[in-house]
């Protein structure tokens, strides 16, 4: 079946016109972090959750909250603490004495966009609650099930230096996360252009409202149709199976992964490439919109070996050695 990818190019460009203006009214308020913008879109568009991981002060929570702002949807920060119960988070029942029965109150995860800060520092409990929430879309309370709202996106932040009082995510979270973003410090010029335009006791962070939930869930549409190439798909299928047998593919990898990616990575990697193509203007996928987002799908779902470990071998650098070992198509 031919597959008329100009066409499909003309869909995209006619409802991605709010992408730009999205960048630009969060350009108002966060200096540089283009490349955080850009993966947050992603997950907008592919319905797929990220977990942002840097230091403090980076400008990770005003960056999500200034997103937000730009859209016309819900949006709840919810500060996770050691002492947070899964009730604080997906609600409980309330006995009322006069009626002598019980009603539900519905916790704060009923919006669209959660900001889940510090998410390192939730007990198992919590965690546990949001897993079925991140994953089926739904949350359980009593005997009850309720669906949460269309989209519904968790971005979540955590802080990699700081252990005391942190729980460590498990393997099962992480893996819902579709994407994993290393934050990093802004450059020389960026710092600079941050420190004009916050350093008073009352910076401006006025955003306009650019996009509307109605108009993400049909750009969702729109992603789902973009053109990927046969020869692309089995470049995919060849980067995560290099994950799991990277001698299989005559990469130079012996001992250094303990275990690799699993399908989910497949789907993610396909889906997050095709938002690129879409956020780029394009109606089909190349190579390179695999490549630049790879990274970002692949970091969290590789386990490197005690070997790698001693060595100081990162998941990254694997990720990075893989890429420029497999043929392009």
């Known amino acids: 079946m031919s597959v008329n990818t100009s066409e499909l190019t003309q869909q995209v460009q006619a409802n991605r016109q709010w992408v730009d203006p999205l960048f630009s009214e969060v350009g108002k308020v966060v200096v540089g972090q283009k490349i955080l913008v850009h993966r947050l879109l992603v997950g907008l568009l592919t319905n797929g959750h990220v977990l942002l991981e840097g230091v403090p002060g980076l400008a990770k929570t005003l960056t999500v909250r200034t997103l937000a702002k730009s859209i016309d949807t819900g949006f709840q920060r919810l500060q996770f603490t050691p002492d947070l119960l899964p009730a604080d988070l997906i609600g409980t029942l309330i006995y009322n004495p006069r009626e002598g029965e019980f009603t539900t109150k519905l916790g704060p995860i009923f919006s669209n966009l959660i900001l889940a800060d510090e998410i390192n520092r939730a007990p198992a409990k919590v965690q546990s609650a949001l897993l079925e929430a991140m994953q089926e879309r739904q949350v359980t309370i009593s005997d009850q099930t309720f669906k949460l709202p269309d989209p519904f996106l968790v971005l979540a932040t955590q802080n990699p230096i700081e252990q005391e009082g942190t729980y460590q995510l498990p393997e099962a979270q992480l893996d819902r996360f579709m994407l994993k973003v290393h934050v990093g410090y802004p450059t020389r010029e960026e710092e600079r252009a941050i420190l004009d335009a916050m350093s008073t006791s009352a910076p401006r962070l006025d955003v306009q409202t650019v996009v509307t939930a109605a108009d993400i869930i049909r750009a969702r549409g729109i992603v789902n149709d973009i053109y990927v190439d046969e020869r692309v798909k089995d470049y995919i299928v060849s980067i995560v199976w290099a994950t ?77 050695q893989i890429f420029a070992g497999l043929p392009v198509p």
């Open 244 to 320: 799991r047998d990277p001698a299989a593919s005559k990469l130079k990898l012996d001992g250094m992964i303990r275990y690799g990616a699993s399908p989910r990575a497949t789907i993610f990697l396909t889906l997050a490439a095709k938002a690129n193509a879409f956020i780029a203007g394009r109606g089909y996928v190349t190579p390179q919109d695999v490549k630049t987002i790879g990274l970002d799908v692949l970091r969290h779902r590789i386990a490197v070996s005690y070997e790698a470990e001693a060595e100081s071998v990162t998941t990254e650098a694997i990720i990075e």
